[in-house]
């Protein structure tokens, strides 16, 4: 079955730095957008980033452009998420996932595979 497996959250100061990955298996990797999402704790999961199956294109949420980037490997089946310069309020569960329908990149529903998430958690 399809798994997207993150990691590489973690507690970090604020201004610090934090690397997620997100290891996919039982899908063709290279064959998906994959998409960063946060969820707050009483908010709604929202949009970080997203890239294109050839890492041709990516979006950004206009709170995260200039400090976070989105990359991915596809001969690893990886997805990354290079998070610099946190805030306290980016402290929440990251989700990363996968679909095929690129006008819907920014939003829940364009995609159909989702991790279990990991937390990070910054404090200032």
């Known amino acids: 079955q399809v798994q997207l497996v993150e990691s590489g959250g973690g507690s970090v100061q604020a201004g610090n730095s934090l690397r997620l990955s997100c290891a996919a298996s039982?899908?063709?990797?290279?064959?998906?957008?994959t998409g960063w999402f946060r969820q707050a704790p009483g908010k709604e999961r929202e949009f970080v980033a997203s890239?294109?199956?050839?890492?041709?294109?990516?979006y950004y949420a206009d709170s995260v452009k200039g400090r976070f980037t989105i990359s991915r490997d596809n001969a690893k089946n990886t997805v990354y998420l290079q998070m610099n310069s946190l805030k306290p309020e980016e402290t929440a569960v990251y989700y990363c996932?996968?679909?095929?329908?690129?006008?819907?990149?920014?939003?829940?529903?364009?995609?159909?595979?989702w991790g279990q998430g990991t937390q990070v958690t910054v404090s200032s």
């Open positions: 996932a996968a679909g095929s329908n690129w006008n819907l990149a920014r939003e829940n529903r364009g995609y159909t595979y």
């Open positions: 890239i294109w199956w050839s890492s041709s294109t990516t």
């Open positions: 039982g899908l063709t990797f290279s064959a998906y957008n």
